[in-house]
């Protein structure tokens, strides 16, 4: 099994802002005490975080000692009081494989990290590490708020709470936050004047109200969908606000690949990714995370140095903003993805839900959310019974289940029969073989 | 500027309360305030004091007065309801005659023979601000503050389109209380006219967090926190303090029994469970001074009305100050997007799952510009939820009572009781019951007084 990266940042004390420096993550600026450890098995790419922190800090008149930067998590847990995991494990020629091997069977995925072939294969690499990390974390620092960012991020979070049901583990995404902005831009409304409730799951949650200045405007929104200019812009997600009423997070590309309309046929593909990039091109992915990685690193360095100045915009990113809160910095609604219980009343109370959270003083407090639209929870539970059987299947170590999880894939299914579906999973288990425990091989 | 509606009004004290916390909020100080009430005098008084609070503080607020709702509601962002349907003669009633058969109630407002009549009484007048609201401001927001919370708001749930929450001072009022229990000081230089505005305006510990789910009047503190750390250790061994259990008896010896802290009074509770007030031994025993809610009502008046007529006359100032009460919080947070948690009386829609579906549970919500989100509980420790049902029981048969005004469900409601039948064989009842809607009749909608 071979790890990539693998960053985790440990805050303790209270005080922070949110502001995120651009082109580095998620980095807490304290004003009064702060504590930072980072990690990453890669030396080299943490040596370029550690300097970026360390010149964050001084920019900031914070002392520099207070960063720690490490290659051993164990070393650095005890005591922590919030932890971000964001890695990535398996590099592009994991995802290579989880992209071209489906492609050769007709499954077309764009990003391939939620769910369908390219996202349950990608949980196989993670939730060894990812329950790895927890145990440790359940030794060292249980009492710690874990938020991971990494993907795929509800079956991750599933995992987690089947297997240590007492972390306080939260799965963080950008996808709301993020659409509320592009539905802001598509209408011309100031974002700071719109409010949202959105609920759903992680990468399919709905705008179930809308509201600017206190009106409905909802209905604005649907008569927008039939403007041919953003149409072309985030085609599939119009296209769904079109039929099913609602507008879903995520982007067009993404959302593409978690339902059976768009990407079954050529002509369909033609279609329904006009533009490619984030808007459904074949394979996204690879030229996301394939970029040029030698001068990736020469602007890590750039950023290092201090060559390149530091961009103090405030990020879409909830992290900081839910620390502040947890500290008792007052409340701050965050779409959080927790188990859902009952707070969708019409989705399993065991799936994992993206669901508006308050967060307080520490505390993250889920709202009741009540039944989704039949026609929203319908896709949903498409995608939330193909989770299930995959989180099977990863605590069970049985290939079954991930033949089943396929099965059901809305998109895997539109495309293939069941026997291509399970040859198409062997051969997946034989080309990553290198990135995944033993025990998927025996028998 | 919102159009803020007091139905009710004419409850000087408790609608000069709500009116002065409500311009305390800079958001707040140009609504427009209707205040409504069938009592004239009652009326001009809440209105001429409402003047003075304009002139005094010179807001840019509106003021309408009116004895016809109907004239004011068009319009309406929140409507406030504070009636009380029979006033003090009703109320006398309900506590008298029961206590004749030996059900000697201290508030009679929630639960029991009181509180069932109590919603016979109200329960067709908030339905029927409920149509107006429906027909004249449907997107308006309806805050009750009128009990019996449950019975009232569970009948809205049941037979209206109406968006509505019932808020009450219990929860926030008891943590405030636990909190000095616990030994928390908080610095008040305030001076206090008498215990009951010491109870609305001394404020809290900032370092104190709950949260509380169950019923009103009944919800319990399933976390209490001091300083971020479980503080319920504390608070066992404040128990242990005479002076200190001597204030709070049933409520300790619930939380003895039980392991959980429950709102409102030591009163207040005894009246819902069977354990306490089934002979004059045990009241004695557990509530050694009475406090008579009624009688305190009556008596207690007419020191407020004085002082409002000096502040109306101008020779004492109305003091600006913010008590407990949540109402201008929620409309503050729905005005301004800033986010407030308060516990409201809801719809169980699913929010605590071991209470029965549709109950009217009062349950942890946040309130922002969208309106009032309440919060998902779960399962209650199962011996609190057992409690909630004995007094869930009777709700659900008053309000089936009410709403199809079949009178054996009020029987039923009343011999389902967990005091009454703590005390009462069930053809007793019957006669109390009988004896109630006899003596209440005048008060009851005409429907009623042909069943009677």
Known sequence: MKTDENHLYRCRKSDFYSKTPRGSCAIALPREEIEVALVDINERRLSYITRIAQRIFAENGIPIERITATTDRRAVLGGSQYIFISILVGDIEAIRKDIEIPLRYGVDQCIGDTIGPGGIFRALRTAPVILDICRDIAELCPEAFVFNYTNPMSILCWVVKEVHPSLRFYSLCHSVQHTAKQIAEYMGWPLEDLEYWVAGINHQAWFLELRLRGRDVYPLLREKAWDPEIAEKDTTRVEMLKHLGYFVTESSGHNSEYNPWFRKRPDLLQRFTPGGGWNGETGFILKLYGKDRESYEQELERIASGAEPLSYEESEEYGMKIIYALEGGGIFRANINLPNRGTITNLPPQCIVEVPCFVEKGRIRPAFVGDLPLQLAALNRMVVQSQEMAVRGILEKCRDYIYYALYYDPLTAAVLSLDEIKRMVDDMFEAEREYLPNEWYHS | ?452
């Open chain 2, 1 to 452: 500027m919102p159009k803020i509606v007091l139905i009710g009004a004419g409850s000087v004290v408790f609608a000069q309360k709500l009116i002065i916390d409500l311009v305390t909020f800079p958001s707040l100080r140009n609504s427009t305030i209707a205040l409504v009430d069938i009592d004239e005098e009652r009326l001009e008084l809440i209105t001429k004091l409402t003047e003075r609070l304009k002139e005094q503080e010179h807001l840019p607020l509106s003021i309408e007065a009116t004895t016809e709702r109907r004239k004011v509601l068009r319009g309406a962002d929140y409507v406030i309801n504070m009636i009380q349907v029979g006033g003090l003669d009703a109320y006398r009633l309900d506590v008298e005659i029961p206590r004749k058969y030996g059900v000697d109630q201290t508030v009679g407002d929630t639960l029991g023979p009181g509180g069932v009549f109590r919603a016979l009484r109200t329960v067709p007048v908030l339905l029927e601000i409920c149509r107006d609201i429906e027909e004249l401001c449907p997107d308006a927001l309806l805050i009750n503050y009128t009990n019996p919370m449950t019975i009232l708001c569970w009948a809205v749930n049941k037979s209206t389109r109406v968006r509505n929450v019932g808020l009450c001072h219990s929860v926030q009022g008891t943590a405030r209380t636990l909190a000095e229990y616990i030994g928390v000081k908080v610095e008040d230089k305030m001076k206090y006219e008498n215990e009951e505005y010491e109870f609305f305006y001394k404020p809290m510990p900032a370092d104190i967090d709950y949260w509380v789910a169950g019923i009103n009047h009944q919800a319990w503190f399933l976390e209490f926190r001091y300083k971020g750390e479980d503080a319920y250790p504390l608070l066992w061994r404040a128990m242990e303090d005479p002076s200190i259990y001597s204030r709070d008896i049933v409520r300790f010896e619930i939380m003895r029994h039980f392991g959980y802290f429950v709102t409102e009074s030591s009163h207040h509770m005894s009246e819902y469970v069977p354990y306490f007030r089934k002979n004059p031994e045990l009241v004695v025993r557990y509530i050694p001074k009475r406090w008579d809610y009624y009688e305190i009502c009556r008596a207690g008046l007419v020191p407020y009305l004085e002082k409002i007529q000096r502040q109306i006359q101008g020779e004492e100032p109305i003091e600006i100050r913010r008590s407990l009460e949540y109402g201008a919080y929620i409309i503050n947070a729905m005005e301004t997007g800033e986010v407030t948690r308060i516990n409201g009386n809801v719809a169980n829609t699913g929010l605590i799952t071991n209470l029965p579906y549709g109950c009217c549970v009062e349950v942890p919500c946040f309130v922002d510009r969208l309106g009032i989100h309440p919060c998902f509980v779960g399962d209650l420790p199962p011996q609190l939820a057992a409690i909630n049902r004995t007094n869930i029981n009777v709700q659900e048969l008053a309000v089936e009572g009410i709403l199809q005004q079949k009178k054996e469900y009020i029987y039923e409601a009343i011999a389902l009781d967990p005091l009454t039948s703590a005390i009462l064989t069930l053809d007793e009842i019957r006669s109390m019951v009988d004896e109630m809607f006899e003596a209440e009749k005048e008060y009851l909608p005409e429907d009623w007084k042909l069943l009677v």
